[in-house]
């Protein structure tokens, strides 16, 4: 399957955006679909994640209460909704799909976006 991130951008502090993800050459629902970010100099970190039927989702305790994870398999998007935005949230977002049971390591998602940049002003 192939992944195409997109809805990053510039914002200020406490604004709102939503990434988006479309999948391609898959069966979307064959997957657990997750996001990560890097920020510089930091590692790759679990944001959220989604499971195949959309009934379970996952979220960091950085980002709980504050980012939605949602899908649309007939669509074949998955959609990450950032409310309140902090500088702390700048970094390359990343949406990815795994094709097993572990929702919160990178190492279990075989198949990665190319990344879309959020930048957060204070």
């Known amino acids: 399957v192939q992944l195409q991130a997109s809805g990053g951008g510039l914002v200020q502090a406490g604004d709102s955006l939503r990434l988006s993800c479309a999948a391609s050459?898959?069966?979307?629902?064959?997957?657990?679909m997750g996001w990560f970010r890097q920020a510089p100099g930091k590692e790759r970190e679990f944001v959220a994640a989604?499971?195949?039927?959309?009934?379970?989702?996952y979220y960091s305790d950085s980002v709980k209460g504050r980012f939605t994870i949602s899908r649309d398999n007939a669509k074949k998007t998955v959609s990450l909704q950032m409310n309140t935005l902090k500088p702390e949230d700048t970094a390359v977002y990343y949406c990815?799909?795994?094709?097993?049971?572990?929702?919160?390591?990178?190492?279990?998602?075989?198949?990665w976006g190319q990344g879309t940049l959020v930048t957060v002003s204070s």
């Open positions: 050459g898959g069966t979307l629902i064959t997957y657990i």
């Open positions: 989604i499971s195949r039927n959309g009934g379970s989702t």
């Open positions: 990815a799909a795994n094709p097993g049971t572990y929702y919160t390591s990178a190492r279990r998602y075989d198949y």
